[in-house]
């Protein structure tokens, strides 16, 4: 008899932690979808075209009182880059809203590689979308590189 009561309460205490590993998986699934919404966000988009590759990730986008951030690196094996990146550099909303960056924190202009973070200040309202292009001296478009948010 003691053996079956004994058991009994051991099952209470497993039950009641499935419901707590339960009630704390709910709890914690909105902040996991939102921690993928900024790492799908994040991704690095490359474009190379006339012997330079321009590489963009997102840093910290969509984080409200913050500067969005750019980690922005050039490459190349032929050419000098001596883009003006806070000079060449416009962030776009969905919505038609044209920003210019706040700042440029990287290498200075000239060399074969270059990185470094373009800053912009956060558009409000939110965008659904938004795309940073860069226009480098030489080439006939844009580099353009888009997030949906």
Same mark, same amino acid.
């Given at each position: 008899?003691?053996?079956?009561?004994?058991?009994?309460?051991?099952?209470?205490?497993?039950?009641?932690?499935?419901?707590?590993?339960?009630?704390?998986?709910?709890?914690?699934?909105?902040? #996991?979808? @939102?921690?993928?919404? +900024?790492? &799908?966000? =994040?991704?690095?988009?490359?474009? %190379?075209?006339?012997?330079? !590759?321009?590489?963009?990730?997102?840093?910290?986008?969509?984080?409200?009182?913050?500067?969005?951030?750019?980690? #922005?690196? @050039?490459?190349?094996? +032929?050419? &000098?880059? =001596?883009?003006?990146?806070?000079? %060449?550099?416009?962030?776009? !909303?969905?919505?038609?809203?044209?920003?210019?960056?706040?700042?440029?924190?990287?290498?200075?202009?000239?060399?074969?590689?270059?990185?470094?973070?373009?800053?912009?200040?956060?558009?409000?309202?939110?965008?659904?979308?938004?795309?940073?292009?860069?226009?480098?001296?030489?080439?006939?478009?844009?580099?353009?590189?888009?997030?949906?948010?």
């Amino acid at each position: 008899m003691v053996y079956t009561r004994g058991c009994r309460i051991g099952q209470r205490w497993m039950l009641a932690g499935w419901v707590a590993c339960a009630s704390l998986g709910l709890a914690t699934s909105p902040s #996991v979808a @939102l921690a993928q919404t +900024s790492l &799908d966000a =994040s991704a690095a988009q490359s474009s %190379s075209e006339q012997g330079v !590759t321009v590489k963009v990730t997102a840093k910290s986008i969509g984080l409200p009182d913050s500067q969005w951030e750019f980690a #922005v690196v @050039l490459d190349t094996h +032929s050419a &000098d880059l =001596s883009d003006d990146l806070a000079q %060449s550099a416009i962030l776009t !909303t969905d919505d038609g809203r044209r920003f210019k960056p706040t700042g440029w924190l990287g290498a200075p202009p000239g060399g074969h590689h270059r990185e470094g973070v373009l800053a912009f200040d956060v558009p409000a309202p939110r965008p659904g979308a938004i795309e940073l292009r860069i226009d480098r001296p030489g080439e006939s478009a844009p580099r353009t590189f888009r997030w949906q948010l």
